[in-house]
């Protein structure tokens, strides 16, 4: 005789970049088995692979994950995680003065990822010639490789390769150049033609793209010292 399945309860979240309501179901003891190889692993790859295969099977709505950003990713996933296992998180934190590490307990229901809507998603280059942006997608950020500390020119490479993917358009005083129109080399001479201040100033924008972030300040158990910390990305509040 078959055993009887359980229903899952369903829940509603937003997509932060399009204000989409999607319908999911929290995930399953199998599913969670592999987010815990997946975290386990430090592979960030493999870690939002694993995330994107979970939502794709818990959310109910017909949506493509690959167009998700980065941000839209965290968010959804914060709410599914919150919903299988707990609103509550527990993380260990260093005190930045004697390394103690200090239990901290953080609600993920005040957790959340924060958009500016009065943000400028235009970088003028000069007078006459600007640049619209666009949110890159996960797909986009899949060809990247992993960066070692100290690696500079794999760090300027990922940059490079960040901008090209989070170009919408770049328009001059007669016309609109879509970036879809344009092949990656074009669109990297394009980069490469720029100054240092004018590299610079797209890197800022790409550098405060929405994330989940959380501020948290608390006192060490073992010295005393007042502790205050930015918690940037879901990986900050599930290892």
Same mark, same amino acid.
């Given at each position: 005789?078959?055993?009887?399945?359980?229903?899952?309860? !369903?829940? +509603?979240?937003?997509?932060?970049?399009?204000? /989409? =309501?999607?319908?999911?179901?929290?995930?399953? %003891? #199998?599913?969670?088995?592999?987010?815990?190889?997946?975290?386990?692993?430090?592979?960030?790859?493999?870690?939002?692979?694993?995330?994107?295969?979970?939502?794709?099977?818990?959310?109910?709505?017909?949506?493509?994950?690959?167009?998700?950003?980065?941000?839209?990713?965290?968010?959804?996933?914060?709410?599914?995680?919150?919903?299988?296992?707990?609103?509550?998180?527990?993380?260990?934190? !260093?005190? +930045?003065?004697?390394?103690?590490?200090?239990? /901290? =307990?953080?609600?993920?229901?005040?957790?959340? %990822? #924060?958009?500016?809507?009065?943000?400028?998603?235009?970088?003028?280059?000069?007078?006459?010639?600007?640049?619209?942006?666009?949110?890159?997608?996960?797909?986009?950020?899949?060809?990247?490789?992993?960066?070692?500390?100290?690696?500079?020119?794999?760090?300027?490479?990922?940059?490079?390769?960040?901008?090209?993917?989070?170009?919408?358009?770049?328009?001059?005083?007669?016309?609109?150049?879509?970036?879809?129109?344009?092949?990656?080399?074009?669109?990297?001479?394009?980069?490469?033609?720029?100054?240092?201040?004018?590299?610079?100033?797209?890197?800022?924008?790409?550098?405060?793209?929405?994330?989940?972030?959380?501020?948290?300040?608390?006192?060490?158990?073992?010295?005393?010292?007042?502790?205050?910390?930015?918690?940037?990305?879901?990986?900050?509040?599930?290892?």
């Amino acid at each position: 005789m078959a055993l009887p399945l359980v229903n899952a309860s !369903k829940y +509603e979240a937003t997509i932060p970049s399009t204000g /989409q =309501v999607i319908e999911f179901r929290p995930f399953l %003891v #199998k599913e969670e088995k592999l987010l815990m190889v997946a975290l386990e692993s430090k592979d960030d790859k493999l870690i939002v692979r694993t995330m994107k295969d979970v939502l794709s099977s818990c959310v109910y709505s017909d949506i493509d994950i690959n167009t998700f950003t980065t941000f839209d990713l965290e968010e959804l996933f914060l709410r599914l995680r919150a919903k299988s296992v707990g609103e509550k998180v527990e993380l260990n934190l !260093k005190c +930045e003065e004697c390394d103690y590490e200090n239990p /901290q =307990v953080v609600d993920l229901d005040e957790l959340g %990822v #924060k958009i500016n809507e009065d943000r400028n998603n235009v970088v003028m280059i000069n007078d006459e010639v600007g640049i619209e942006f666009k949110y890159p997608s996960l797909t986009d950020l899949e060809g990247l490789n992993v960066v070692k500390e100290g690696d500079t020119k794999g760090q300027l490479k990922a940059m490079t390769h960040l901008i090209i993917k989070s170009i919408k358009s770049i328009f001059d005083n007669d016309n609109v150049y879509p970036a879809v129109d344009q092949t990656d080399e074009e669109l990297e001479n394009f980069i490469d033609a720029l100054n240092s201040n004018q590299f610079k100033e797209i890197s800022e924008w790409l550098s405060n793209i929405p994330s989940l972030i959380h501020n948290i300040e608390y006192s060490c158990n073992k010295c005393g010292h007042e502790n205050s910390l930015e918690l940037r990305g879901l990986q900050s509040f599930f290892t």
